[in-house]
């Protein structure tokens, strides 16, 4: 359990610190050749895989929090919890993370579907603009 708990607070760090990224830091702009429904459903995608991200991992360590656990992150700081034991809460956190593991799936899956067909069928930069250090090329 320690390992799952640390690396779901440690998924929740990363995403709230990428979304706050992407907030600030506009990303590059989408090629010309995109259609009005494809610029959408990447939209869609995006926001459903930050927002599965979060809730998820906010509700793995709530299930935990509210059961009345310390929650701990790979054993080096310790979280106590915050309120007492609320087993009704822990329960709903528990459906609402294991809920969100099948759409995360599924927005994973069409975010790789994606950026294979504009990689591999379109090559229209794309991938290409995902990533890092593409400036300096």
């Given at each position: ?38 610029i959408s459903?990447?939209?869609l995608t ?22 009345g656990h ?68």
């Amino acid at each position: 359990m320690l390992v799952r708990q640390s690396v779901g607070l440690t998924i929740l760090a990363l995403m709230v610190f990428r979304a706050s990224w992407r907030w600030r830091v506009p990303p590059p702009p989408l090629p010309h050749t995109l259609s009005r429904l494809e610029i959408s459903l990447a939209g869609l995608t995006h926001i459903s895989l930050y927002m599965l991200l979060i809730v998820m991992s906010l509700a793995g360590y709530l299930s935990t929090a509210a059961a009345g656990h310390v929650v701990s992150v790979f054993g080096i700081v310790s979280i106590p919890p915050l309120s007492p034991h609320h087993n009704r809460w822990s329960q709903v956190a528990i459906a609402i993370h294991l809920g969100g593991q099948y759409r995360l799936y599924l927005f994973a899956a069409l975010h790789v579907a994606g950026a294979l067909f504009h990689g591999v069928v379109r090559r229209d930069g794309v991938i290409e603009r995902m990533l890092p250090l593409r400036g300096f090329r």
